[in-house]
């Protein structure tokens, strides 16, 4: 009973706020347009379509003759989802495997950790390119370059959390398994991963809609049409005449963005409430 007044409770809540969003959206386009106000830019239609606009136009032909633009952008939203996932799980295990090697030699990480910050200071926009080429053209999906720019975005949070998860474990139960002769790979999976997860989570969190952003990014120097970067570049050209088509594709990506977010919360609740509870 207390579980499904909490659903509620969280469904209430989330409601208030999306209409509190909305509110204010159509609260300062009207005042801006009453106004006549132009900084920090000038409102009208076209800059600032009506939500309900925005929202309408999914459920409009995405060209003349042609499927409904909610339509289109499922089709876009899956192929960048797939891409997405396979990114997040490549940086995930990558992050993991480096925090591990990390938390053991403490020469590997007064060596690499330096070079794994900076990496994270070079604008992904520069990085593309490079991996497009780099893997264009090796028998690999043509796709497959676009996951590798999504788990660039997110090994990185997961590599600092993960480290900083491993590291704490509590001393006193460290000291017991060495006084059990414990062997490096029974501390780490007896103990370290299990103190680690609440840092692991909240990593993945953030990488949940990072790879997502690296995905969409990642489309564009890939020439992908197929996915939600293509999309957004389509639909671009024509923002001019039709502003809500963007505007709308912009939503989709924001949805699934939450989407992977949520899907990590969901198993978040899942394996951490399984972990035994003094070492979460």
Known sequence: MCYGWGMLRRAVVFVAVLAGLVALYEGYKWIWESAGFGWPFEVNDRTMPHTWD????????SRRNGPLLIEVLW???LFTAKEAAVGFALGAVAGFLIAVLLVHFSFLRRGILPYI????????????PMVVVWLGGR?????????VIAAYLTFFPVTINALRGLESADPRALELMDSYAAGRWAV????RVPASLPYLFAAFKISATACVVGAIIGELPASI????????????QYYASS??????????AALLGIAFFLVVVGVERLVVRA?????I
């Open 243 to 252: 502003p809500e088509s963007l505007w709308a594709t912009n939503l989709i």
């Open 117 to 128: 910050v900076a990496s994270q200071t070079v604008p992904i926009l520069a990085i593309a």
């Open 188 to 191: 780490l999976w007896k103990l």
């Open 225 to 236: 049409q197929d996915g939600l970067g293509g999309a957004i570049l389509n639909f671009n």
């Open 275 to 279: 972990a035994p509870e003094e070492l």
């Open 54 to 61: 925005i929202v309408g136009q999914l459920f409009e032909p």
């Open 139 to 147: 028998g690999l999906p043509s796709w497959f370059p676009v996951s």
């Open 75 to 77: 089709d876009a939203a």
